[in-house]
């Protein structure tokens, strides 16, 4: 950890090519209460700041999340899917890896869902916290928020809400992302992990040593274009990254 910052992954060569001028500032306000969502499950917090509550639930086959609350609004990603059985309608449905599903503070409980899998269904979910500023922009106005853009990758929209953006890249071994920036409030998520390399203008190709495991998750300092930054796949398998952009 640096500063509540997760350094792995794609985070860990970050911090070290844009040096921790680039590290969020220290929020000093008290976290809220972290709130259980499945009644029947016990989540491992996975990355907790001023913005987000990420945690990791594994759900075996034929166990049930039990009543299925929401704390606050979050987004729910498969990491590893399966096949899912409403308690309250009994429809079974399909969730692949990568899924992504939007849940409003506001919905109503139910009675959750059974894993009717032959396998774990591995979930993260990303609860958001209220905020009236940027994690890491200071006392400044926070910049209008962005799409990521890697000039060498196309992404995949996923989701747009009046609180997130959520894209999905696939970086292929030996693939570089292109020169991008990183807007204010962004968080990664590992659908796929694996080895990272990364540089800039300034600062010459440097790996991370170790990989990102799949379901990995992490808060992404703000980056100008003007750095130079960018990463590449230096392992032998595609890489299947999500990011989140919250917009408030």
């Given at each position: 950890m640096i500063d509540g910052v997760r350094a792995t992954g794609v985070i860990g060569w970050a911090l070290l090519l844009v040096g921790s001028s680039a590290l969020p500032v220290a929020i000093a306000a008290q976290a809220p209460k972290i709130d259980r969502s499945?009644?029947?499950?016990?989540?491992?917090?996975l990355l907790d700041n001023a913005r987000v509550l990420v945690q990791k639930f594994i759900l075996v086959p034929g166990?049930?999340?039990?009543?299925?609350?929401?704390?606050?609004?979050?987004?729910?990603?498969?990491?590893?899917g399966g096949v899912l059985r409403s308690q309250a309608t009994q429809r079974s449905t399909l969730w692949r890896d990568g899924r992504v599903v939007w849940q409003n503070a506001a919905d109503p409980a139910d009675e959750g869902s059974t894993n009717m899998s032959a396998?774990?269904?591995v979930m993260d979910l990303v609860t958001l916290k209220p905020s009236t500023q940027s994690a890491d922009s200071g006392s400044s106005p926070k910049p209008k928020y962005q799409y990521l853009n890697y000039p060498n990758i196309p992404g995949e929209d996923l989701l747009e809400n009046d609180q997130v953006i959520v894209q999905r890249f696939t970086i292929k071994p030996?693939?570089?992302?292109?020169?991008?920036?990183?807007?204010?409030?962004?968080?990664?998520?590992?659908i796929k992990g694996g080895r990272w390399a990364g540089?800039?203008?300034?600062?010459?190709?440097?790996?991370?040593?170790?990989?990102?495991?799949?379901?990995d998750?992490?808060?992404?300092?703000?980056?100008?274009?003007?750095?130079?930054?960018?990463?590449?796949n230096i392992g032998n398998s595609p890489?299947?990254?999500?990011?989140?952009?919250?917009?408030n």
């Open positions: 499945y009644a029947g499950l016990t989540g491992e917090v166990q049930s999340t039990g009543r299925h609350m929401h704390p606050g609004d979050q987004l729910l990603v498969f990491i590893k396998t774990p269904i030996g693939q570089w992302e292109g020169v991008h920036a990183h807007c204010p409030d962004m968080l990664y998520i590992h540089k800039t203008y300034t600062q010459p190709e440097r790996a991370d040593p170790h990989p990102a495991p799949d379901g998750v992490g808060w992404m300092p703000t980056i100008d274009v003007g750095v130079g930054h960018q990463s590449h890489i299947d990254l999500l990011w989140v952009t919250l917009k």
